[in-house]
């Protein structure tokens, strides 16, 4: 050992760390997300909602970015559509949460992007195809993975206006006919055990929660009917293939619904089918959104007005008059198609309530209709 004055030069002699200035293109991430095991990643994934990989992949192009996501979800059987067993599996939602988090501030063209990695991540389109063209209801579990995947990651967790863009991006490929059989499908009623209420539907009457979705999701693509190739007309069609699925619906739940997507897309859809001679059908829809107001407790007045919209509609006071007269024999049309039945000694509990309903809307409209007129005379 040396003196204590050796040692202490010794220690003066060390060299010092040299410090240098970074730049951001010298401290390039390394990524390493393919490295870790897929419970590890899943575990990231749900403590920090996408936020670390976002930070750690910042100076990546975005085809990079989506590279590395589909190395690593490919590894997870809870992202991918039928390979998750799990009865309650949270996969599709921690997807949705990662990819909000990831592209959250990304342009439209980088979103494009997104969609066409998600189509081949997942072959979606083709599992689309094959749901919305087979008999509804015989793939009950992909139309059930496929309403979980498109609302979970890409529908939900977003605003409206975003959301719009997805449904949009999810639309568009498709002919009308298979948009309408595609909505039902992504917003479409349940029954208990998780599956398309398909012949529910068609059969019985749904309630305001069971159709509250499908009313909003119209509502979102009627309001925003300035989009290249998405008109009024494109609406008023899928509706029309929409209540028809997989055949002609329960005339409450065609009515139920129209009340809850409101008086514009109510006057809208009654107006266009009037104007094209549909006056039967007009009537005893009405009669049945009167019935559904009285039932739901909504308030008279908004049926009342819209009806008189749609008396307004029409080009003179003679065609007003026939439709008017079209509209109070369809009251005594299904009010005696109520009686009847249950005067034939079908004990049906729920009919006989509608014929007491039916009665009392019937008062109810005709006592705010005649009201309306008086005052304005």
Same mark, same amino acid.
């Given at each position: 050992? /040396?003196?204590?004055?050796?040692?202490?030069?010794?220690?003066?002699?060390? %060299?010092? %760390?040299?410090?240098?200035?970074?730049?951001?293109?010298?401290?390039?991430?390394?990524?390493?997300?393919?490295?870790?095991?897929?419970?590890?990643?899943?575990?990231?994934?749900?403590?920090?909602?996408?936020?670390?990989?976002?930070?750690?992949?910042?100076?990546?192009?975005?085809?990079?970015?989506?590279?590395?996501? *589909?190395?690593?979800?490919? @590894?997870?059987?809870?992202? !991918?559509?039928?390979?998750?067993?799990?009865?309650?599996?949270?996969?599709?939602?921690?997807?949705?949460?990662?990819? !909000?988090?990831?592209?959250?501030?990304?342009?439209?063209?980088?979103?494009?992007?997104?969609?066409?990695?998600?189509?081949?991540?997942?072959?979606?389109?083709?599992?689309?195809?094959?749901?919305?063209? /087979?008999?509804? /209801?015989?793939?009950?579990?992909?139309?059930? @993975?496929? $309403?979980?995947?498109?609302?979970?990651?890409?529908?939900? %967790?977003?605003?409206?206006?975003?959301?719009?863009?997805?449904?949009?991006?999810?639309?568009? %490929?498709?002919?009308?006919?298979?948009?309408? $059989?595609?909505?039902?499908?992504?917003? /479409?009623?349940?029954?208990?055990?998780?599956?398309?209420?398909?012949?529910?539907?068609?059969?019985? +009457?749904?309630?305001?929660?069971?159709?509250?979705?499908?009313?909003?999701?119209?509502?979102?693509?009627?309001? #925003?009917?300035?989009? !290249?190739?998405?008109?009024?007309?494109?609406?008023?069609?899928?509706?029309?293939?929409?209540?028809?699925?997989?055949?002609?619906?329960?005339?409450?739940?065609?009515?139920?619904?129209?009340?809850?997507? &409101?008086?514009?897309?109510?006057?809208?859809?009654?107006? #266009?089918?009037?104007?094209?001679? @549909?006056?039967?059908?007009?009537?005893?829809?009405?009669?049945?959104?009167?019935?559904?107001? +009285?039932?739901?407790?909504?308030?008279? #007045? *908004?049926?009342?007005?819209?009806?008189?919209?749609?008396?307004?509609?029409?080009?003179?006071?003679?065609?007003?008059?026939?439709?008017? @007269?079209?509209?109070?024999?369809?009251?005594?049309?299904?009010?005696?198609?109520?009686?009847?039945?249950?005067?034939? &000694?079908?004990?049906?509990?729920?009919?006989?309530?509608?014929?007491? *309903?039916?009665?009392?809307?019937?008062?109810?409209?005709?006592?705010?209709?005649?009201?309306?007129?008086?005052?304005?005379?």
């Amino acid at each position: 050992m /040396g003196t204590p004055t050796a040692q202490r030069s010794r220690r003066a002699r060390r %060299p010092y %760390p040299v410090r240098t200035v970074t730049t951001r293109s010298q401290c390039r991430p390394s990524v390493r997300f393919e490295r870790l095991p897929a419970e590890v990643f899943h575990m990231i994934l749900d403590r920090l909602s996408g936020l670390l990989f976002k930070r750690c992949t910042i100076l990546l192009p975005t085809k990079d970015r989506l590279k590395l996501i *589909s190395s690593m979800f490919s @590894q997870i059987p809870c992202f !991918k559509l039928e390979e998750c067993t799990a009865a309650e599996c949270l996969g599709f939602y921690s997807y949705g949460v990662f990819l !909000k988090t990831m592209i959250s501030g990304w342009d439209e063209v980088e979103w494009h992007r997104v969609f066409n990695f998600l189509c081949s991540f997942t072959n979606l389109l083709p599992k689309i195809k094959m749901a919305v063209t /087979g008999k509804p /209801g015989v793939s009950w579990y992909l139309e059930l @993975q496929l $309403r979980l995947f498109c609302r979970q990651v890409l529908l939900d %967790p977003w605003p409206c206006k975003d959301t719009l863009f997805w449904l949009t991006r999810i639309l568009k %490929p498709w002919p009308v006919v298979l948009q309408a $059989r595609l909505l039902f499908i992504l917003y /479409g009623p349940l029954l208990p055990d998780s599956t398309l209420a398909w012949q529910g539907i068609v059969e019985r +009457e749904m309630s305001h929660s069971a159709l509250w979705n499908l009313a909003r999701v119209i509502v979102l693509l009627y309001s #925003n009917l300035d989009l !290249k190739d998405w008109t009024t007309d494109t609406m008023q069609t899928i509706l029309e293939e929409l209540i028809v699925l997989p055949e002609v619906w329960h005339m409450e739940n065609v009515a139920r619904l129209l009340v809850l997507c &409101g008086n514009t897309v109510c006057y809208s859809f009654l107006a #266009n089918k009037a104007h094209n001679g @549909q006056l039967r059908q007009v009537s005893r829809l009405i009669v049945h959104i009167i019935l559904v107001c +009285e039932k739901d407790g909504y308030c008279m #007045n *908004s049926v009342v007005e819209m009806v008189h919209q749609v008396c307004q509609s029409f080009n003179n006071t003679s065609e007003r008059f026939a439709f008017i @007269q079209r509209l109070e024999d369809m009251f005594s049309e299904v009010t005696m198609e109520v009686y009847e039945f249950v005067t034939a &000694g079908n004990h049906h509990e729920d009919m006989g309530q509608t014929l007491w *309903s039916l009665v009392e809307s019937s008062a109810h409209f005709h006592a705010k209709f005649l009201y309306m007129f008086l005052k304005n005379e």
